[in-house]
């Protein structure tokens, strides 16, 4: 191995504008897929406070199909309750306000500013895992009490309190009404979309919100189901469908309809959920990212292997004198693929960081979700949000498929002349 990465090295050294061209290609061609990756895994991955993706079943929309025709939107806390919150598969359900507002807040007689305020239940501390820095979040018994208890995040600590130090006690003034901090977690990118906010108040201190309903069925809340395993999603399906049916036969005499569409979705299938009148497609989202993945590879491999021709044709007394001494067609296609599978994975690094730079550089045009234009906070990244394990392999797996394509072809060519013609440089 310490020989082939020499003569790798000395291959680079000897056709310097080809070596170039050919990394400089790999590595942008690896770039682009890694970003489109990224830009893909960041909605699914797991990362605080929405680590346990994989187990988590949204209702974010519902849709009702009136007389008059059909309204899509939050959906009302009776509908939730009477749908939703009796479920018995799944470890947890909780019901909240999908969109945070921006609320005005002060303490101590302090200048006010805005802070985006989301409304929960406290099963919403068992559904997401936030990082908490001070206390413990509202329980069971502080949400049906209707007690005035937030939780704040650290950065809206500091700017509200004027200090990092524990603060759990403290009060402060919302909406009128004077809330007491009751813990304070760790600050919450934006790509976590379903617990994103900057506070986070029991919904019963806010009947006003809790009131805005329409038709009984439609209203101000979204709701987030936590299964034991991934494997209860078509029993907790099947169990939420039966829900519905109940549900429409009491609104039946009205005329109305909930549609089902397939809800809850899972975290995939949440993620290109753009209109809730239609239920989003999966099969076509994947048949669209292969395409992209396959016009991504094989346009740079077509060019890569080019240039990987040209290189090979300067080496073919190479090759010939070393089949002269008995090496065989297979120990030299293995040895360039291996070669090539090195200039690869190096690009292959470089393009991979390239993608991670790009990311955090241009975060907000890339990596911005929708329906977030009243959010205060922009989506925060760091290492353990873009790269995951399932990251890494993808890099590899492209590098793989690239070096395969583009070199297996211009290899094989070079071996399967003659050994006279080899040592005469002819094809």
């Known amino acids: 191995m310490k020989t082939i990465f020499k003569q790798t090295y000395q291959q680079l050294k000897e056709q310097p504008l080809i070596s170039i061209v050919s990394v400089a290609g790999t590595a942008l061609s690896l770039f682009l ?112 009490a209707g007690i005035p208890l937030a939780v704040i995040s650290r950065s809206t600590a500091i700017k509200l309190f004027n200090t990092t130090g524990d603060v759990v006690g403290r009060t402060f003034l919302l909406k009128y009404i004077t809330y007491k901090v009751a813990a304070v977690v760790s600050d919450v990118s934006s790509l976590a979309t379903m617990s994103y906010s900057q506070i986070w108040i029991p919904y019963t201190t806010d009947q006003e919100t809790c009131n805005m309903v329409w038709n009984n069925t439609m209203g101000m809340f979204s709701t987030t189901i936590l299964m034991h395993s991934p494997k209860d999603e078509a029993k907790v399906h099947a169990e939420a469908l039966a829900n519905l049916n109940k549900y429409n036969l009491t609104i039946k005499d009205s005329g109305n309809k909930l549609a089902n569409r397939n809800r809850p979705y899972n975290t995939e299938k949440e993620s290109i959920d753009f209109a809730a009148n239609l239920e989003p497609d999966l099969s076509a989202e994947h048949r669209t990212e292969l395409i992209v993945f396959l016009i991504l590879l094989i346009v740079p491999a077509v060019n890569l292997s080019s240039m990987t021709h040209s290189r090979l044709r300067q080496r073919i007394s190479e090759i010939g004198i070393r089949r002269a001494f008995g090496c065989t067609r297979w120990s030299i296609l293995s040895q360039i693929i291996t070669e090539n599978m090195i200039v690869t994975l190096c690009a292959g690094a470089l393009g991979f960081i390239m993608s991670i730079a790009c990311g955090f550089i241009f975060t907000d045009s890339l990596l911005t979700p929708a329906y977030s234009n009243s959010y205060n906070n922009g989506p925060m990244v760091n290492i353990g949000i873009l790269i995951h394990v399932s990251t890494f392999f993808y890099a590899l797996a492209f590098c793989f498929v690239l070096n395969l394509l583009s070199t297996s072809i211009p290899a094989w060519q070079a071996c399967k002349t003659s050994i006279i013609n080899d040592l005469n440089g002819k094809r």
């Open 33 to 144: 897929i890694m970003l489109v990756v990224m830009i893909q895994q960041v909605k699914v991955a797991p990362f605080s406070p929405e680590g346990n993706r994989d187990r988590m079943l949204h209702v974010k929309f519902g849709s009702l199909l009136t007389k008059d025709g059909e309204t899509n939107g939050p959906m009302s806390l009776h509908a939730i309750n009477a749908i939703y919150k009796n479920l018995k598969t799944p470890e947890a359900v909780t019901a909240y306000t999908y969109f945070p507002t921006r609320e005005p807040l002060s303490a101590n007689g302090s200048k006010s500013f805005t802070a985006n305020v989301k409304l929960t239940d406290a099963a919403f501390w068992h559904v997401f895992d936030f990082k908490y820095i001070y206390g413990k979040p509202y329980n069971e018994a502080n949400f049906k």
